[in-house]
């Protein structure tokens, strides 16, 4: 008898845990880190008394957000590139919701360094092929037909 309830409740257990986008999972920075960042955070109280914010859902919308934001931060503080971040803030840019508005200015500028980031990476990985690829240098060539030849 104990074991059906038991097996019900992790059933219940596993849509809640899907339903909330989570941020902790774009990244390897810890969980407790992020929340402490959240917790110190200046936007923290600008969304907790945002009048526009009437239903708990759009609340809760601006604090993922918001943490979302501060996991790009510390990853960019670490010169990590993380695409999903990246992907997931321009989508909240794109569909212009009431949580972008509220922190507006700092996703910009968190798209901004992402996209700079990207693209620095984008040139290293270039200079890594093109090393690769020039690694056989005309004076190489030469000696090697000098050899044969």
Known sequence: ?????????????????????????????????????YNNDKDKSTIENNSNSTTPEQKEQSEVLLKLIITAELLIKDNQFNPELLS?????????????????????????????????????NDSVVNNNKSDISPIKIFTIIGIIG
């Open 1 to 37: 008898i104990n074991n059906n309830p038991d097996k019900s409740n992790s059933n219940e257990l596993q849509p809640n845990q899907e339903q909330p986008p989570n941020p902790k999972n774009t990244s390897i920075i810890p969980p407790q880190t992020i929340q402490e960042n």
């Open 88 to 124: 997931q803030l321009l989508k909240e840019k794109e569909q212009n919701t009431e949580a972008y508005q509220l922190l507006k200015e700092r996703i910009e500028q968190v798209i901004n360094e992402l996209t700079n980031l990207q693209q620095k990476q984008n040139k290293n």
